[in-house]
């Protein structure tokens, strides 16, 4: 079965606090996409970042990174110097290559609070 | 404008009393699909299009049907409402997931609730 957990349902940092969003998953698939997604509190569902399964390289984009390790099946996200901007929730998401190609599992989501 | 379209965008309705939620886009793409966000649920896949004439189900397909007759098309029908599908419903497209970039372009949402 397909899984991702998003075990932090909520976070709590004050500006300028560096947080991370932790992100496991399971499943039996060789091949597969993992997402991370904002979704502001005005609502909408915003793309951040893909990675492959072939892929485990970091990635930084300014002050977000991305740590894919498929040892550990996880992909965190971290936000640098938090920016009450950031305050949203964050969803990680799976999708599916060849078996089940176009189904997708999303984690419950963290909501992240940033505080000024 | 690339863009996911859905309408309508809130909708109060009664159960038993069927209602079709329906979503376009203009990008071109293969995939399709329907999620229901609830309190503490996340998003949930509701049914999947892979292509005109070519859909199956999500993780939580029951009381729902799709229909994909044109590649910009996907609606989502309620035959009989009921209150456990008051949630809030995003349409979502991509290209195929062989491809490139194929992050989920999301609609705005319709807010249904079923009384």
């Known amino acids: 079965a397909q899984k991702v957990t998003q075990a932090q349902t909520e976070i709590s940092v004050v500006e300028k606090e560096d947080v991370t969003l932790d992100c496991v998953y399971e499943?039996?698939?060789?091949?597969?996409?993992l997402f991370w997604y904002k979704q502001p509190p005005s609502g909408e569902l915003v793309f951040l970042i893909r990675?492959?399964?072939?892929?485990?390289q970091n990635e930084i984009s300014g002050r977000y990174s991305w740590n894919f390790q498929k040892s550990t099946s996880s992909f965190n996200f971290t936000i640098t110097a938090s920016q009450v901007v950031d305050s949203a929730v964050y969803f990680c998401?799976?999708?599916?290559?060849?078996?089940?190609?176009?189904?997708?599992?999303f984690g419950d989501g963290t909501t992240l609070t940033v505080k000024p | 404008e690339a863009q996911v379209t859905q309408n309508p965008r809130y909708l109060i309705t009664v159960t038993g009393k069927k209602l079709t939620v329906t979503c376009s886009q203009n990008?071109?793409?293969?995939?399709m699909s329907w999620y229901r966000q609830d309190p503490g649920l996340g998003l949930r896949q509701i049914y999947y299009?892979?292509?005109?004439?070519?859909?199956d189900k999500g993780d939580v397909p029951e009381g729902y049907k799709v229909s994909r007759k044109e590649k910009r098309n996907f609606p989502l029908i309620l035959e009989s409402p009921s209150p456990n599908q008051t949630s809030l419903y995003f349409c979502?497209?991509?290209?195929?997931?062989?491809?490139?970039?194929?992050?989920?372009?999301f609609g705005p949402g319709t807010r249904l609730t079923v009384l």
């Open positions: 979502a497209s991509s290209p195929p997931v062989r491809m490139e970039y194929n992050e989920q372009f």
């Open positions: 499943t039996r698939d060789t091949t597969y996409y």
């Open positions: 990675r492959n399964s072939f892929d485990e």
């Open positions: 998401a799976l999708s599916y290559f060849n078996t089940n190609a176009g189904k997708s599992t």
């Open positions: 990008m071109n793409h293969e995939y």
């Open positions: 299009s892979m292509n005109v004439e070519v859909t």
